[in-house]
């Protein structure tokens, strides 16, 4: 009996790692520079999202310009290669959060995010 249940144990174990193994994959920091401002994603091993914009210069006429604009958070998760990327952001002109999905692939080294909402697409490299 004590060979069966350490047997299912076991298994679980091992699928719960397979599970978890592609967040752990993708995870790290990427990040890309413009001449305005430096962007930067966290994945977490866990499935965390984290998207952080960084001015260059102050600019008090940027609506943007400001802590609460310029990070997203959310969860991400590995579907068949591809990282689907949920995230919610303020939206100033509807005054409402607005819930995005976006959607990346790891290629060369590189972090490509496609985002209908524009808010967060471009190429990455890990740091």
Do not use: W
Request: proline share 2%; net charge negative; aromatic share 12%.
């Amino acid at each position: 009996m004590k060979k069966i249940v350490c047997l299912i144990i076991a298994v679980l174990l091992t699928l719960a790692c397979v599970s978890c193994g592609d967040n752990v994959e993708y995870s790290g920091v990427y990040t890309r520079s413009t001449a305005e401002a430096t962007f930067t994603v966290t994945l977490g091993k866990d499935g965390s999202f984290k998207f952080e914009r960084e001015y260059k210069r102050t600019n008090s006429y940027n609506p943007f310009d400001n802590p609460t604009n310029n990070i997203r958070k959310g969860t991400y998760s590995v579907e068949n290669d591809e990282i689907v990327i949920s995230f919610s952001y303020y939206e100033e002109a509807e005054r409402d959060m607005v819930d995005c999905v976006a959607y990346a692939r790891v290629s060369d080294g590189k972090l490509i995010i496609t985002d209908e909402s524009r808010q967060i697409s471009g190429t990455y490299t890990k740091k």
